[in-house]
Structures are given as structure tokens and as C-alpha cells.
């Protein structure tokens, strides 16, 4: 039967509609034998339970929300894959979005996930706007940002260290002799995010410390992708400017600056050193070898998705407040020779 309803299940099985219904809900209170001809029935039927419906009755459903800003960034990626699957063993689905980081695009993304019910969200902020953040409080939806947070946000948040992600980079450079280093960052649109505002002044208060001076002419607005790595460098090498050590506020840009610079005729490895950012699974490849900081986004995703599902089981807010230590992972794009 095609289109097969509750009424035609409970007609066939000699049950009424409640008992249908109940059949399909875990521990519920019908004998064993009658759940078991119910769902014999319906499966004969082709029937499934509307779960939308059932979600408008209920007034939620076993659904997360997850919001980034690009979904085609590897490690949005990686952390999503790590969260669904604790989603999954907690009976729980994820709908994954991202708000291109556009504050409005948050905000609505934000409202459509209240209107399907989620139980809960993990947000990765664009940090333009409080708006979206406000609603969700004013829904009392539970909600935990992860990777960064901005300094207006007051709620739970799993997040790295920033601060010391920018500092490693610097004592590594420092260490490979590089005496003119530079800070490769996100272009105009996105560089107020929070993340990278802390590695660049860990980075350049580090070599400030250590007698070296970088000013804001050696913060070079770059972009988070390859092409955009590679167009900041010939853009830089077209004016003159020429350093030894450069640190990116991501690993493709990297990746794109150590394309750009062999083609200027500047070797990473020998006449620069460059450092990358996420550690990202291509980072490793012997073509690229890039050194990079390593943030640990596949606990990251494990702490937030298990105190959400913690707080969504309490019917509470999550609390926790808590960042995860960077890690340098040392390759051949910045062991400079003697």
C-alpha cells in the first residue's frame, strides 16, 4: 500500500492510533507481543512515523544544529564528521550549515534551525553580529561555540588557543633564524575573527620581546584559500618587500604562498620559512611537507557535542568554558640550512 497512514496500520493491526504510535517510541508502555504485530503491520505497509509532525507536537526533536562559516573548509569538515558520530550514538542527527560569513546568513540560519526544532546547536561565529547569539538565548536554545569566540560572547565555548598557536609559530622562526618575519592573515571580510587577531599579536609581541620589530606593514591581508596565499605573495614580491619567515593564519593559504614563492625563485626550506596553520591531512604530503600548528579539532568537536547532549538531556544550558593547548608539527617548509 502506497501512502500508507496511522489509521490504515492501527485498522489492519485491530489497535488504535495511540497504540501505533506508542510502538514506535522505546520503552513504552504496550506489551511486547502487540509492539511486535504493530510493527509487523507496518512494515507489511511500508509505514514510517512522521517525525516532522511528531516534532511540531512534541515541541523539539532529535536534532543538532551545526554552523560554521565555509563548509568547504577541511577542518569544519573534520570536526563535523567527529560530532555526528556522537551525535549518532546518542540517537541524536546533525543538520550542517554554513552562514559564508555573513552575519544575516547566521541569523537566519539561526532562526530556521528554532523553527525545525533542534535541540541544541554548536556555532562556529562569524563574530560580526550578537544578533543570531541573542536569539538563540531568547528561545532558550542550548548552544556551545567552538575553535574561537569573540570577546562580546559571554556563553559555552570549547576553543583553541590562539594566543599560543601565534607564539609557537614566532619561537619556531625565531629559532630557524628568521630575522624579517611576516603574518599572512584573512582578507577584509573576515579578519575580525577573534582567532586570528590573537595569533598575530602573540606572533608579533613575541618577536617584539625578543628585540625584532614588526609593524602593521608586515601584516599582509591575504585570504584563507590557496589562489589567495599565492595572489598576496606576488603581490608583495611585486612591491619589493622580501621576508624569511612568514606564519598564515591557515594551511592553504600557506599552501599558496609556498607555490608563489618558488616561482619568484625563493625556496621554502632554504631562503624562507613558512608555517601554516590546522594541520590539515595534505599538510602532511612530502610534496608540500608544510610545518603547521596543529589544533585539536577532533577533541574540540568530542568535549562540545558531549556537554551539549549532556545539557539537551537535563533540559539545561551548557556550562563550560574551556580551551585546548596548539601543538607545532615541524616539516621541511621551514627547517631552514645553516
Known amino acids: 500500500m502506497l501512502n500508507s497512514t496511522i489509521k490504515d496500520v492501527a485498522r489492519v493491526a485491530g489497535v488504535s492510533d495511540t497504540t501505533v504510535s506508542l510502538a514506535f517510541q522505546a520503552n513504552s508502555r504496550i506489551s511486547a507481543r502487540t509492539r511486535a ?10 509505514y514510517t512515523p512522521n517525525l516532522a509532525a511528531k516534532n511540531l507536537r ?26 555526528e558520530d556522537i551525535a549518532l550514538r546518542h540517537g541524536y542527527s546533525i543538520v550542517f550549515a554554513g552562514s559564508n560569513w555573513s552575519a544575516d546568513r547566521e541569523r537566519d540560519l539561526f532562526e530556521q534551525m528554532i523553527q525545525m526544532r533542534v535541540c541544541g546547536i ?35 565555548y570549547v576553543a583553541n588557543d590562539f594566543c599560543m598557536a601565534g607564539e609557537l609559530a614566532a619561537k619556531h622562526l625565531l629559532e630557524q633564524g628568521c ?16 582567532a586570528f587577531i590573537e595569533m598575530q599579536k602573540s606572533f608579533i609581541a613575541y618577536f617584539n620581546r625578543k628585540g625584532i620589530k614588526i ?4 601584516v599582509i591581508e591575504a585570504g584563507l584559500c590557496i589562489q589567495a596565499g599565492g595572489d ?52 602532511s604530503f612530502s610534496k608540500i611537507s608544510l610545518t603547521s600548528i596543529r589544533q585539536p579539532y577532533d577533541q574540540l568537536a568530542t568535549i562540545a557535542m558531549k556537554d551539549l547532549v549532556k545539557a539537551i538531556k537535563d ?24
Request: net charge negative.
Open 58 to 83: 512534541a515541541g523539539s526533536s532529535r536534532t543538532i544544529g551545526f554552523v560554521v562559516n565555509d563548509i568547504t573548509n577541511p577542518f569544519y569538515l573534520q570536526m563535523f564528521r567527529k560530532a
Open 315 to 338: 533540559d539545561s544550558m551548557p556550562d563550560i568554558k574551556h580551551k585546548l593547548p596548539a601543538e607545532l608539527i615541524v616539516r621541511n617548509s621551514s627547517r631552514l640550512e645553516p
Open 122 to 156: 554548536v556555532l562556529c561565529l562569524c563574530e560580526k553580529s550578537s544578533d543570531g547569539v541573542e536569539l538563540l538565548d531568547r528561545f532558550r536554545i542550548p548552544y556551545i561555540a567552538v575553535d574561537s569566540y569573540p570577546g562580546w560572547y559571554t556563553g559555552s
Open 37 to 46: 504485530r504493530v510493527l509487523s503491520v507496518a512494515s507489511e505497509l511500508s
Open 215 to 218: 609593524t602593521q606593514d608586515d
Open 179 to 194: 630575522r624579517r618575519p611576516a603574518y599572512f592573515t584573512a582578507d577584509n571580510t573576515m579578519n575580525n575573527l577573534s
Open 232 to 283: 598576496a605573495f606576488d603581490r608583495i614580491a611585486a612591491q619589493g618587500k622580501r621576508y624569511d619567515g612568514v606564519f598564515c593564519a591557515n594551511d592553504l593559504c600557506a599552501m599558496g604562498i609556498l607555490e608563489a614563492a618558488e616561482k619568484h625563485g625563493i625556496i621554502p626550506g632554504k631562503d624562507i620559512a613558512v608555517v601554516g596553520v590546522d594541520d590539515t591531512e595534505v599538510s
